[in-house]
């Protein structure tokens, strides 16, 4: 297979290191936050296949690029996930290199952690209340309003931390909106109403129905089988980024990537190559 320029960055040992330990945080669970599962099985490779029960993508969806691309990522995000921050600038940038020529799609999905756990304890208050904002922006301002909020979410949000538990002042959001182009009346209005509580709900089930334990979780969703070069980068890159194959793997048809965490801009634009190679 043609990945001659990915895997090259992946056989750098100080790139190597750096990688490892940003996965190693790279994922927050519904539960609980923990660090991702590291395997110290050099010959772990992504034998672990299953089905993906992703509902289909229609025009209902937010869509980045074209969508008709062979490739489209569906991400399920939470506004209010630190690992979700650190990952969103590497989708933009995927974006900004595959998305002018058609080849790649981003489809925004919500799977905001606010339920409690048996403890009663919440991971992230807001993020509901957070993917509902964007929701109304979406419904008084269309697709491209959406993901100039969406951007401006994801930058502004701080990390859910000891110092700032609650993340984003809910105050800001109008004020956000409006700076998108969306009138702060009718998006009040929107928010305090509801309107999308359910929709963003529905939308959260879809991702428990899909096997999405944490955010981020993509899924890559091809226009025909993976070939021998796809199943090959994804055994050493389990293999180079000591993944337990949980969290990266192929369905059984061969039509479905899962990834799970806030992978590199690398693994990727790595994966992307294989994909293309077999097209």
């Not at 969306?182 to 129905?209: H, P």
């Not at 979780?217 to 293999?239: E, G, M, Q, W």
């Not at 990727?268 to 097209?279: E, F, K, R, S």
Request: aromatic share 8%.
């Amino acid at each position: 297979m043609d990945s001659n320029q990915p895997r090259s960055s992946l056989t750098l040992p100080g790139a190597i290191i750096i990688a490892a330990a940003l996965i190693a945080i790279a994922i927050m669970w519904v539960k609980k936050p923990v660090s991702i599962p590291v395997s110290n099985n050099q010959n772990a490779t992504s034998s672990q296949s299953s089905n993906i029960n992703l509902s289909p993508i229609t025009a209902a969806d937010h869509i980045l690029g074209d969508p008709n691309a062979p490739i489209k990522i569906v991400e399920y995000s939470d506004p209010s996930c630190p690992y979700c921050k650190m990952f969103n600038p590497t989708m933009e940038d995927i974006i900004s290199q595959y998305g002018p020529t058609g080849d790649v799609a981003w489809v925004y999905r919500h799977f905001p952690l606010d339920k409690p756990d048996p403890n009663g304890n919440i991971l992230h208050k807001n993020a509901g209340h957070e993917s509902q904002a964007m929701e109304c922006v979406a419904g008084l301002g269309g697709n491209d309003k959406f993901w100039k909020f969406e951007k401006t979410l994801y930058e502004t949000t701080p990390s859910v931390t000891g110092a700032t538990p609650g993340g984003l002042d809910q105050s800001q959001l109008p004020t956000m909106a409006k700076s998108v182009g969306i009138d702060e009346t009718s998006f009040n209005d929107c928010l305090s109403s509801g309107r999308f509580k359910d929709a963003v709900e529905k939308q959260y089930l879809t991702g428990v129905n899909a096997g999405v334990s944490g955010t981020p979780t993509s899924f890559f969703v091809l226009i025909k089988p993976a070939n021998r070069s796809v199943s090959d980068y994804l055994d050493n890159a389990l293999i180079t980024y000591k993944l337990q194959p949980s969290l990266l793997f192929m369905a059984d048809d061969k039509m479905m990537i899962s990834m799970s965490g806030a992978m590199p801009k690398e693994l990727i634009a790595g994966l992307i190559t294989a994909i293309q190679t077999g097209q």
